[in-house]
DNA sequence: CCGTATCCTATATGATACTG
DNA sequence: CAGTATCATATAGGATACGG
């Protein structure tokens, strides 16, 4: 598939159902990604400050538990759109931040947010 | 907030954490938007023929039941995305088509299938 | 400090039968 | 044709206590 297709070019394949194919479809496997309660915002903070350490992430997003964090880094990591590294040092010291797929993410979040502008009252 | 902010300048409020605040944040209500087994394909289906009857979508679906079809169908309305019109023959007649609302999120697709395309093997 | 283990609840999804 | 009703199962999310 052609990495320089123009937005025309996209509508024109869509139209003619070139990315039905659930396995092989771009946004469904970036929306599993993306899925679920604390994903956004963890690369949201990730956005605002890089890196950031567990404890840090833990205080910024309001409500998480230690559980839903643990399994929401591994799953982004999982993904390769985070990366973790453990300075192993007493007491223990890890850090989060986005990997270049990760930040590459940002464009797409604008889109989606000019579309909010737009159309979320 | 700024319907014609530029990305250099969107990535700048990011930074700042602007968009922070849960209950606002376009992304989020977005994404809770799509979340969901099959919502996205829905949409999809309406981008390759628009409008269709609920038989249709269900027989392009392979796998959706009566009551996924049915449900996702009333929260993408309730969303505003679909808009859902019903002709009263016998036998009943209905059909799904793309709001304006629904049709603007083509251009974030073809950002996530840009983005795709590039990071995902 | 950065988690894991365990258990529990809530929500999403699915199968099947039936109806205006 | 286009659903609804009911019941069952699977997955996501959460509370709490503890460990390297």
Redesign the interface.
């Known amino acids: ?3 320089n ?1 123009t ?1 025309e070019e ?2 024109e394949k ?4 070139i ?2 194919d ?1 396995g092989n ?7 599993l990604m ?2 679920g309660k604390w994903k ?2 963890i690369i ?1 903070e990730l ?2 400050k890089n890196p950031m350490r567990f404890g840090e992430l833990k205080k910024a997003i309001e409500g998480i538990t230690n559980t839903m964090l643990t399994n929401s880094l591994r799953e982004l990591e999982a993904d ?1 759109l985070v990366s973790r590294i453990q300075f192993n040092e007493i007491p223990p010291h890890v850090e989060y931040s986005l990997t270049e ?1 990760g930040n ?17 009252p």
Request: hydrophobic letters at 45%; a positive charge; aromatic letters at 20%.
């Open positions: 598939m052609n990495k297709m937005y996209y509508v869509v139209q003619k159902g990315f039905t659930e479809c771009p946004v469904i496997s970036l929306l993306l899925q956004f915002q949201y956005c605002i390769g797929k590459a993410l940002l464009p797409i979040f604008y889109e989606m947010t000019m579309w909010g502008l737009q159309y979320i």
